[in-house]
């Protein structure tokens, strides 16, 4: 960790810092193990290069996350947002690790549906916030429908054609789907408390083997799509879905819908990595047009 940031994490913490470790997995940010002379162990991730508003976001997705006593979320310790003197950075709970408990994934579904069925006071948030590092708008709409035409689906899109990352033709083709959105999107819910970037990555399994959720890009959404977000890079098991389905049944025609709910993590794939996401994007307008 640069000099500069350990100065201004031991000032924020109180602290001063004894040794650091530099954790793997990290593609956006610099991640470390803090030891501190008062014997905590803290987790502190950094980015001099991030939009200033990245981590102070990501602090608040996290306090609301933890606000619904749901599911295990590190507690934040300390945020900054940059200063001449030192680098954004962000310092949280150390949670160590170990192996999935037996009933972990039945562990994950019974939190999850109790997170989601926490609620949101609206479909979106106060604050915006990122998913990866692209900019996610949180405004609220009346509908599930609208927000996710406006908020999530029509912004990646435009993105995508002025970064010439997708063709110009996807301007028409979406906007025909996006028409069709308050037909596809499933029954109205009240909106449910997203973590927003759930994929097995910001999953945790901590020392007693039971679940944490890390890095949200949360919201007030249809819980749909974090489960399809889930099953985009992965399998849901059995266990977890029938401990969910216990806690929070989901509505008849979900599986359906898991292709469109796919999309918006698709169309984010597109816009920081390209290449086979672009067809993936474009194969699930065609299933649904």
Not at 39 to 54: I, Q
Not at 104 to 128: M, P
Not at 273 to 287: C, I, L, P, S
Request: proline share 6%; hydrophobic share 45%; net charge negative.
């Amino acid at each position: 960790m640069r000099v500069d940031a350990q100065r201004a994490v031991a000032l924020a913490l109180g602290a001063n810092i004894t040794s650091t470790r530099q954790l793997p997995g990290g593609s956006i940010n610099e991640a470390f193990a803090v030891q501190l002379d008062d014997r905590r162990e803290v987790f502190v991730k950094t980015n001099a290069r991030a939009d200033r508003r990245m981590f102070p976001t990501e602090a608040l997705g996290l306090a609301w996350l933890s606000d619904a006593k749901a599911i295990r979320v590190p507690k934040v310790l300390a945020v900054s947002d940059s200063s001449e003197t030192s680098p954004p950075f962000l310092a949280l709970e150390f949670i160590a690790s170990a192996s999935p408990a037996t009933n972990f994934d039945e562990q994950l579904g019974r939190r999850l549906a109790a997170l989601h069925a926490s609620g949101a006071d609206t479909y979106g948030l106060a604050h915006d916030n990122f998913i990866g590092t692209l900019a996610q708008t949180n405004a609220a709409c009346l509908t599930w429908a609208e927000f996710y035409a406006m908020r999530r689906i029509e912004p990646q899109v435009r993105l995508a054609v002025d970064r010439q990352a997708a063709p110009t033709a996807w301007t028409q083709t979406f906007g025909s789907l996006l028409s069709r959105l308050p037909d596809l999107v499933g029954p109205e819910e009240p909106p449910a408390r997203l973590h927003g970037d759930l994929w097995s990555g910001n999953l945790h399994v901590d020392i007693n083997g039971s679940p944490c959720i890390l890095d949200p890009a949360a919201y007030g959404g249809h819980r749909e799509i974090d489960l399809a977000m889930l099953k985009l890079f992965g399998t849901l098991s059995e266990q977890f879905a029938h401990a969910y389905d216990e806690v929070f049944p989901l509505a008849a025609g979900a599986s359906e819908r898991v292709p469109l709910y796919q999309l918006y993590p698709l169309l984010v794939h597109v816009n920081l990595f390209g290449g086979r996401y672009v067809h993936a994007a474009e194969q699930v307008v065609t299933y649904y047009t």
